[in-house]
């Protein structure tokens, strides 16, 4: 099971799409930041596993996974001092409190 | 044995993420979550890219789940659980993602990837990812520490203009 | 009010008591039953807290970990002791003073019995004159140790703590000795004193002092230098002269801030205007200056005790027959003395009876709590602790 | 003892010895460490003191710790009304369980691991971020004003010394070409190999700042500050939770003192006595240092700390870790 590569595929999918469940489904900022962070965590599954299992240099997929963490962090960065700065400014950190960026 | 492993990670990892999102408190969501990246991560040691697989443990659970984790402390409970659960939305939204699940993978699985079987651990090794980093993946290394930066400037500027309006005293008291 | 008792109508009609205050202290509590809308919180410290010295409870309004508000409630050791003074004849009230204060018990012993002595011109003789002033610096040396470790627990430095608390021991051993009391002293009474004091006691006070200046260059070494310590005291919880007047701030409280008003300079009584000592003061206003005027004011101490013992005369400590009945002359006498916290005073109204009609206990902690709470705004909850520790208060005392 | 391994290998299979007998071992060192120290902190206050200590029970009050434990076992574990019940009995477990991982990937001699990781040092430092998890479980699940106060000063303590704790360590890295624990000793230990200590001096005095913070150790126990926040984030934890909150602080002292031993002071090299002995020694030193800093040094303020770790710990470490970069190329060129 562990030496096939739709196994691993099929893990991350699972991943992305409870992340995915996650984005559509909550309305708190903080937790739809974590549905994100899953889906992100999903791809760099399958970037690692695609590294391992096919042909071609490697590194690759790592160091793309690495870049995935790298960006994920920024995203979590900025995320996180978004919310910040709506539950000072509403009180909430909930995306209906943004309402009014709706054009 | 290995198999063994995996199938417990496998199981860890997705029950975490499941927690991570069908749970109601937003604390709740977020062990799920650090449950989720442990697992994925002890996939990824699986896989054999060590070095991620630290990484990943360092950075998302390390860092963005305690970040989150503060972000959580910094609002009050009671704000946490008003949340719109109606039939409609959680049908909606599982509908998309098991249809995605479905579509998604039925294309990856009949996908033909050119396979090669398990790589040399030595192409793994962290020493190989430095070097490779710094020599055939040096511009995208350069444009993500630039993303980095950029990113932390914009989380300072936001995070400090909402804490421009409060009037509360600030006289003798250093900046944290 | 309709369905008031006779009996406290009569209590309200009664001349001794006073109308009500309106209550200052405790209306914020109603508060912390709802979070404030603007992001702070209410967050209450005590009665029961590691740090709060007795039973004070704060109410502290936080932002972050910065105060915003701060309302001491107090009360939850009060044990009227003006009241049950008013139950009994003069002699009666003796053991209460030094239940007010436990760590000055006997300054508040002393004061009492001068009080009474002054307003009723009984005679003291000369040996229990010094004896009474010697024990009293005596005293006035274990409170500030205690104050001095219990400032560095509550900085979070446990090792000074220990090391004071062994050096409080030896004086301790030494009144114990004299009066056979360890904390809460009955050794004045009035005309002199209960007892004469053992052989020995000189020359074991005189060996206390040696080693007790060789423990302050210890002290000196391990907390006056620290960076982290002298972090902590510096700058933090500045009194101005200001407040302090306008609180009535006294004691090494006042003295840290520049003001140089010490009562046994200003209003001598007992032995003090014969012995040389001087008043230590200081114009920061922050808790190390109450630190160093503490630390000064304890040299100074061991300095009117060694003189003391070298001019302790000859002769009785008292009446033959101790004196229960005093005979009270009608009218208001006022006496005060300095106690380790500043000036306590003893407020008493006297009439033809054996039992005073009124006693008023000027106690200094009351005034210095009442000015911490305007310092406290804008600072950190780490402070809150250090200037709580620094101003040092007793709790019983105000309360009493 | 090794008809009992093969016994058991007969049973278990290769795995499962492995398994069991680390576990084992883990556990008894996670213990006799605990007890150990929990009565060599209070006899080394009672010296600095100036009093004896534990006396009462076993020679010298040894065993002291071992009634402790007893007392705390049989405590009633109290659970308040308001607190989230799973999370609040999750927190200990969750704080605790790392230290098991770490104590494996120590190398308590030169080939002496239990897993022996590539990048074993990072390894250590990413399951520190995951104990942290479980301190603020604790706190947040307590429902309680001073664990939560607790619970945030925690947080920010600990990232803001992670940087330091991780940058002083790179230094030793770069010395070491290496980020397995196993090779960093190795590179202090072979023909010419000198302790790092001697090459990285600022990087230990900085490690050692940081790891006793990492640990919320006195001077920088500001997240249990008994004085201003009563317990901290274990305000409300009784017996067994508190008992476990409590091992793995003891654990985590363990950790870091022999990370900092492998790292700076060559791990089990030293002669005459067996490798093992030598690394538990040092560890002990160490230990030593930091015990002695608790019943020294008063408590800092919240924002002391953070200035001490942005202001002056960072930059400290970033300009060491420059500085030993330079000098390595030098030395490299002129060789």
């Known amino acids: ?103 | 044995m290995v198999d063994l492993a995996f199938g417990f990670l496998i199981v860890v990892s997705l029950a975490g993420a499941v927690m991570a999102v069908a749970l109601k408190k937003v604390f709740h969501n977020l062990i799920g979550f650090g449950l989720a990246i442990l697992g994925s991560a002890g996939v990824t040691v699986i896989l054999g890219a060590e070095f991620v697989a630290l990484m990943q443990l360092l950075i998302f659970l390390g860092g963005i789940a305690i970040a989150m984790v503060f972000a959580v402390m910094m609002s009050t409970p009671r704000e946490q659980d008003e949340e719109d659960r109606s039939p409609g939305r959680v049908l909606g939204a599982v509908g998309i993602g098991s249809g995605f699940m479905v579509v998604v993978g039925f294309l990856m699985l009949s996908g033909v990837f050119p396979a090669a079987g398990p790589q040399d651990d030595a192409l793994f090794s962290a020493q190989h990812l430095g070097l490779l980093l710094l020599s055939d993946y040096a511009l995208p290394f350069e444009a993500i520490s630039l993303l980095l930066l950029a990113a932390i400037l914009g989380s300072v500027i936001v995070a400090r203009r909402s804490r421009e309006d409060d009037d509360l005293p600030t006289e003798g008291v250093e900046g944290v | 009010m309709s369905t008031e008792s006779a009996t406290l109508k009569a209590y309200a009609a009664h001349p001794r008591t006073p109308e009500y205050a309106p209550l200052r202290f405790g209306t914020l509590t109603p508060a912390l039953e709802q979070a404030p809308e603007d992001g702070t919180y209410y967050l209450n410290m005590g009665p029961q807290h590691p740090s709060m010295h007795g039973v004070l409870r704060l109410l502290l309004r936080l932002d972050g970990e910065k105060v915003v508000e701060c309302e001491p409630v107090i009360g939850y050791s009060h044990r009227a002791h003006e009241k049950m003074a008013e139950r009994g004849i003069f002699a009666q009230f003796l053991p209460n003073p030094s239940r007010m204060d436990y760590l000055g018990g006997m300054i508040y012993n002393v004061g009492y019995c001068q009080a009474v002595e002054r307003a009723f011109s009984i005679e003291v003789p000369e040996r229990a004159v010094v004896l009474r002033t010697l024990c009293c610096e005596l005293n006035r040396i274990s409170s500030h140790l205690l104050w001095f470790g219990t400032f560095l627990l509550d900085l979070g430095a446990f090792t000074p703590f220990l090391l004071a608390f062994q050096d409080r021991e030896k004086i301790l051993d030494i009144l114990d000795s004299a009066s056979g009391s360890r904390l809460t002293y009955c050794y004045a009474n009035f005309g002199g004193l209960a007892l004469d004091v053992p052989e020995d006691f000189a020359e074991r006070t005189r060996q206390y002092i040696k080693e007790q200046r060789a423990a302050f260059h210890t002290y000196h070494e391990l907390v006056t230098g620290n960076v982290i310590f002298r972090q902590r005291c510096e700058g933090v919880g500045i009194i101005t002269q200001d407040t302090i007047l306008s609180y009535g701030m006294t004691g090494p409280n006042a003295r840290a801030s520049g003001i140089a008003y010490d009562v046994r300079k200003a209003e001598p009584y007992g032995f003090y205007p014969e012995v040389e000592f001087d008043v230590p003061t200081r114009d920061e206003g922050d808790c190390l200056a109450r630190y160093f005027v503490r630390f000064e004011e304890m040299e100074q101490s061991l300095r009117i005790v060694e003189q003391c013992l070298d001019r302790l005369p000859e002769g009785p400590v008292g009446p033959k027959k101790p004196l229960v009945r005093v005979k009270p002359k009608p009218g208001e006498y006022y006496h005060c003395v300095e106690s380790p916290r500043g000036q306590f005073g003893m407020f008493i109204v006297a009439d033809k009876d054996p039992e005073p009609w009124r006693i008023k206990a000027r106690t200094p902690s009351f005034s210095n709590l009442s000015a911490m709470a305007e310092m406290l705004e804008g600072t950190m909850v780490a402070d809150t602790i250090a200037i709580l520790g620094s101003i040092d208060i007793v709790m019983p005392e105000i309360d009493r | 003892m090794t008809a009992l391994l093969d016994t058991l290998e007969g049973t278990l299979g290769g795995w499962g010895t492995t398994l069991l007998v680390g576990f084992v071992a883990l556990a008894g060192l996670i213990t006799v460490n605990a007890m150990f120290m929990v009565w060599f902190e209070r006899k080394v206050a009672g010296w600095v003191q100036g009093r004896l200590g534990p006396m009462e029970h076993g020679p010298q009050g040894t065993l002291q710790t071992l009634l402790d434990v007893v007392k705390l076992l049989g405590k009633e574990s109290i659970i308040p009304a308001q607190v989230d019940r799973k999370v609040f009995l999750l927190a200990p477990v969750v704080a605790f369980l790392p230290a098991l991982a770490m104590l494996s990937l120590l190398p308590y001699d030169n080939n002496l691991t239990m897993t022996d990781v590539e990048s074993g040092l990072l390894l250590v430092f990413a399951f520190g971020g995951v104990s942290l998890m479980g301190i603020f479980m604790g706190a947040w699940s307590s429902n309680n004003k001073f664990a939560l106060l607790g619970g945030m000063r925690a947080v920010s303590q600990n990232i803001a010394y992670e940087l330091p704790l991780l940058l002083s360590a790179m230094a030793v890295v770069l010395c070491a070409g290496s980020l397995n624990l196993g090779e960093i000793v190795a590179a202090q230990t072979g023909e010419n190999g000198l302790w790092f200590i001697v090459m990285q001096p600022v990087a230990l005095g900085i490690y050692l700042i940081a790891a006793t913070a990492e640990t919320n150790r006195a001077p920088f126990d500001i997240p249990e500050a008994e004085s201003e926040l009563v317990a901290g984030f274990h305000t409300e934890y009784t017996g067994m939770g508190f008992a476990v909150f409590f091992l793995a602080e003891y654990t985590y002292m363990f950790i870091v003192c022999g990370i900092g031993a492998t790292l700076f002071l060559g791990g089990g090299d030293g002669p005459l006595l067996p490798g093992p002995v030598w690394f538990i020694l040092k560890v002990y030193f160490l230990l030593f240092l930091m015990v002695m800093a608790r019943w020294t040094y008063p408590r800092l303020r919240f924002d002391q700390l953070m200035n001490l770790a942005w202001k002056f710990l960072i930059p400290l470490s970033l300009i060491n870790l420059l500085a030993t970069a330079a000098v390595l190329k030098f030395v490299e060129v002129g060789s």
């Open chain 1, 1 to 103: 099971m562990s030496e096939a590569l739709s196994s691993y595929l099929l893990f991350s999918c699972a991943m992305f799409a409870v992340g995915l469940v996650g984005v559509l489904l909550r309305r708190n900022l903080v937790a739809m930041l974590i549905g994100v962070e899953l889906m992100l965590n999903a791809v760099l599954i399958n970037l690692v596993a695609f590294a391992r299992f096919t042909d071609g240099q490697p590194g690759i997929g790592q160091v793309f996974a690495l870049f995935i963490i790298g960006v994920a962090a920024a995203e979590a960065a900025v995320g996180l001092s978004i919310v910040l700065a709506v539950h000072k400014a509403r009180g909430a950190i909930s995306v209906d409190a943004l309402e009014e960026l709706k054009g």
